[in-house]
């Protein structure tokens, strides 16, 4: 019964504000036609067999986006060095399942690869509409790289991160493998910094002046928290293991897809002044906060 239970109370007041977003769109309507690169269609054909092989080429994918400045290199410049250092953890002995943890991060990375295979081939029909709004957003290479970023961790995190716990399985020892997956928050949350300098470093110098302005969204940031989407993760998980009746499966499923995808299309189109959005990314490029903004008081002055 705990099971169900935890199906009832899935949908609190700001989730529910992100599915009813998603219910107005239809994330595969505003996607560009586009050829498939056929180097990036044989660097994710094939499925990871293991830790090592997922991270080398996962780095060998972004080393290739960002070779031609395909913005969709962002989230993989994040996500490689969080394999990394959950590969260098279950060497440390950190988990108590380390077998599990590799096949969980083997999983895991498995989620991303179709997703991005699927969208670069054009079958859309195939890719999860979290994974559209962040690839399509990502090529076209109009935002800025916090909603790049925010998106791929949406999409991975509040999306395949709960699928892909139900699919390597929570059971048995239940409570060891949610301490390993809470041990992941650790792993994590030592990575802060280093990821906030590799973005300024490879895509935006004002990358912190933009944080700061971009942070104060704090209903977007809230939900796409690392910590905070994890959780929800293992939540779902208990949910799609515990739950016998299909029909709740089904509306389980529902309530993930369409929260994460409201929630990327409320960090894709946030509710700001588009004007805004067009200073901070003069800033990401290294423009100074306060030119910027000097910059946009100006046109906001000017005579209409």
Same mark, same amino acid.
């Given at each position: 019964m705990?099971? %169900? ?6 949908? &609190? ?9 998603? @219910? ?10 586009? &050829? ?12 990871f067999? $293991? +830790? ?7 780095r ?15 989230f993989?410049?994040? %996500? ?9 953890a ?10 599990w943890?590799?096949? %969980? ?5 498995? %989620? ?13 029909d ?12 990502a090529?076209?290479? $109009? ?6 970023a ?29 301490? #390993? ?15 906030q300098?590799a973005?300024?470093?490879l895509?935006?110098p004002?990358?912190?002046? +933009? ?10 940031? $809230?939900?796409? $928290? ?9 939540r ?6 515990? +739950? ?15 929260t994460?995808?409201?929630?990327a @299309? ?6 700001? #002044? ?28 000017a005579?209409?």
């Amino acid at each position: 019964m705990a099971g %169900y239970a935890t199906l009832l109370r899935l949908l &609190d007041a700001r989730r529910l504000r992100a599915a009813g977003l998603a @219910l107005r769109a239809d994330p595969a309507a505003t996607v560009r036609p586009r &050829d498939p690169d056929p180097a990036l269609v044989a660097a994710a054909e094939t499925p990871f067999d $293991s +830790v090592e092989d997922a991270f080398h080429r996962l780095r060998d994918l972004e080393r290739r986006l960002r070779e031609t400045g395909d913005r969709r290199a962002v989230f993989l410049t994040i %996500y490689t060095r969080m394999t990394a250092a959950v590969r260098d953890a279950i060497a440390d002995g950190r988990f108590t399942d380390a077998d599990w943890m590799r096949r %969980y991060t083997v999983a895991f990375a498995d %989620y991303y690869r179709r997703a991005f295979l699927a969208f670069e081939r054009g079958d859309l029909d195939a890719v999860p509409d979290p994974w559209i709004v962040a690839f399509s957003t990502a090529v076209e290479g $109009s935002a800025l790289v916090a909603q790049d970023a925010f998106l791929g961790i949406n999409a991975h995190i509040n999306y395949d991160l709960a699928l892909t716990l139900h699919e390597v399985g929570i059971d048995p020892d239940r409570r060891r493998k949610r301490a #390993d997956h809470r041990e992941i928050d650790a792993v994590l949350a030592a990575l802060i910094d280093a990821q906030q300098v590799a973005l300024a470093d490879l895509y935006a110098p004002g990358l912190a002046d +933009v944080d700061a302005t971009f942070g104060r969204f704090d209903e977007a940031l $809230s939900l796409f $928290s690392m910590t905070g989407g994890r959780a929800w993760a293992w939540r779902m998980a208990t949910v799609l293991t515990d +739950v016998g009746w299909a029909p709740a499966r089904r509306y389980a499923r529902w309530v993930l897809r369409a929260t994460a995808t409201g929630g990327a @299309l409320f960090v894709r189109s946030p509710p700001v #002044d588009p004007r805004l959005l067009a200073a901070l990314r003069r800033v990401e490029r290294g423009i100074t906060l306060d030119d910027a903004l000097t910059r946009l008081g100006e046109r906001l002055d000017a005579p209409r």
